[in-house]
């Protein structure tokens, strides 16, 4: 009888270890949607406005390239305040960080939910390292700052919401006053043809990232709901 009893509490204790660990898991993975949630919305505007941007760099600099400037000067500058806010990559990873620190990892039951969680976690740190890496800084930062001695940014952040809304219409935005050049040397127009060239490329290298990582995301997503009953 004594070995029965304590049979019987080892399976209770047991049991009890069982269903706190089962609701751990479920609770990481209810954090896990919130997550993917905001990774979602962030990766939709990437979708939205990236597009925009690289094509509004190749508009920008193929209307510098053509002489003479003057006149143009209203269209410059709505180009330069489609592509002013860059491709932006962000990862929201904190329960995959609360995880990997605890140990949560070992908690995950469900082999295929986990292999697709690291198979996400890879594509995102990715990105997310290269949008902050020191590299691709060293191609937008001397773009941004030859700019910054070619437009008025005071003007560029005046009209920005403008610029989104009236995308193709520059003669429907309300300039607070004449826009003008800060600088129409050749020299400085070229130089920052050039610099601006190689920013594109990190805005489509992101964009490019945000298109695989969509599709990871809406994946796992699925995959979590299905394997736990969440909905």
Not at 52 to 60: A, E, R
Not at 114 to 120: G, K, M, Q, T, V
Request: proline share 2%; hydrophobic share 35%.
């Amino acid at each position: 009888m004594l070995f029965l009893a304590v049979f019987c509490g080892f399976l209770a204790e047991y049991q009890l270890e069982h269903k706190i660990e089962k609701d751990r898991e479920k609770q990481f993975m209810k954090s896990l949607l919130e997550d993917l949630q905001k990774d979602s919305a962030s990766l939709a505007y990437n979708l939205k406005e990236g597009p925009t941007i690289v094509h509004y760099s190749d508009s920008l600099t193929d209307e510098l390239s053509k002489k003479p400037l003057q006149g143009k000067e209203k269209k410059l500058y709505h180009y330069y305040s489609l592509i002013s806010d860059g491709v932006n990559f962000k990862y929201y990873d904190r329960t995959v960080s609360q995880l990997r620190n605890s140990g949560g990892f070992r908690l995950l039951t469900k082999v295929n939910v986990s292999n697709a969680l690291i198979d996400y976690d890879v594509q995102m740190r990715e990105a997310a390292d290269y949008s902050n890496s020191t590299a691709c800084w060293s191609l937008i930062s001397p773009a941004i700052e030859k700019s910054a001695t070619i437009f008025d940014i005071g003007l560029v952040f005046k009209i920005f919401y403008q610029a989104r809304k009236h995308i193709g219409f520059t003669d429907s935005i309300q300039f607070p006053y004449e826009p003008k050049l800060m600088d129409y040397d050749d020299k400085t127009i070229s130089e920052f043809i050039n610099l601006q060239t190689y920013a594109q490329l990190t805005d489509q290298s992101k964009l490019n990232f945000t298109q695989m990582a969509i599709e990871k995301n809406r994946m796992l997503d699925s995959l979590i709901r299905k394997e736990y009953q969440l909905k």
